[in-house]
């Protein structure tokens, strides 16, 4: 049967096990990111980054079939796309703190880090955001929000000390020093 925009309640049912999977494998990549941090690699971070990317966009597209359809019809899978979020949101908070936290403060970070952590902080706050809308009133646990706030402040404290990535544009170098020593253009005597 085909509902709303001509979006099935199988093809809804999919998506939702197409992100319990894809958040199965998220809580594996988190894990090896976690190991590899200890060793100062950083590509399994950006193993879970991409993964979580990929669980957001079926997110994003799991609620976009969700809407406009007679809520009566998919209540009970719409009750599991709000469990899962929550579960996800959870987890992923929990992961990224525990993650930033392993970090040591003395730990050498790589050229560009600036530039990997700074999409981190942003998705944070995204989250901080999105968790405070009225939907979520009283449906998130206060350890969540904890977790988001402690991450934050651990990314923030991690981009100050890291370098980003040289500047090779076209774009214009800086002003040269307008004023010139005296004796450049004079023969040096003995």
Same mark, same amino acid.
């Given at each position: 049967?085909?509902?709303?925009?001509?979006?099935? %309640? &199988?093809e809804? $049912? &999919? #998506?939702?096990?197409?992100? @319990?999977?894809?958040?199965?494998?998220?809580?594996? #990549?988190?894990?090896?990111?976690? %190991?590899?941090?200890g060793?100062?690699?950083?590509?399994?971070?950006? !193993?879970f980054?991409?993964?979580? &990317?990929? *669980? +957001?966009?079926?997110?994003?597209l799991? @609620?976009?079939?969700?809407?406009?359809? !007679?809520?009566?019809?998919?209540?009970?899978? /719409?009750? @599991?796309?709000?469990?899962?979020?929550?579960?996800?949101?959870?987890? #992923?908070?929990?992961?990224?703190r525990s993650?930033?936290?392993?970090?040591?403060?003395?730990?050498?970070?790589? *050229?560009?880090? $600036?530039?990997?952590?700074?999409? &981190?902080?942003?998705?944070?706050?995204?989250? +901080?955001?999105?968790?405070?809308?009225?939907?979520?009133?009283?449906?998130?646990?206060? @350890?969540?929000?904890?977790?988001?706030?402690?991450?934050? !402040?651990l *990314? /923030?404290?991690?981009?100050?000390?890291?370098?980003?990535?040289?500047?090779?544009? !076209?774009?214009?170098?800086?002003?040269?020093?307008?004023? /010139?020593?005296?004796? #450049?253009?004079?023969?040096i005597?003995?």
């Amino acid at each position: 049967m085909v509902w709303g925009k001509g979006y099935s %309640r &199988e093809e809804v $049912r &999919e #998506l939702l096990t197409a992100i @319990e999977r894809q958040a199965i494998d998220a809580a594996r #990549l988190a894990e090896r990111a976690q %190991r590899d941090i200890g060793d100062d690699r950083f590509a399994s971070f950006l !193993d879970f980054r991409r993964k979580v &990317e990929e *669980i +957001r966009a079926l997110f994003a597209l799991t @609620e976009e079939r969700l809407q406009g359809v !007679d809520h009566g019809k998919l209540s009970d899978l /719409r009750t @599991e796309f709000d469990r899962m979020d929550m579960l996800l949101t959870g987890m #992923l908070a929990r992961v990224t703190r525990s993650y930033f936290a392993t970090m040591r403060d003395d730990q050498v970070l790589p *050229i560009g880090a $600036r530039e990997l952590f700074e999409p &981190e902080l942003r998705a944070i706050e995204q989250t +901080r955001q999105r968790l405070s809308h009225p939907r979520y009133e009283g449906r998130i646990a206060p @350890e969540v929000l904890e977790d988001l706030t402690v991450t934050a !402040d651990l *990314i /923030r404290k991690t981009i100050v000390r890291a370098p980003s990535l040289p500047d090779f544009s !076209d774009s214009p170098s800086a002003p040269r020093p307008v004023k /010139r020593l005296r004796t #450049l253009g004079r023969p040096i005597r003995n």
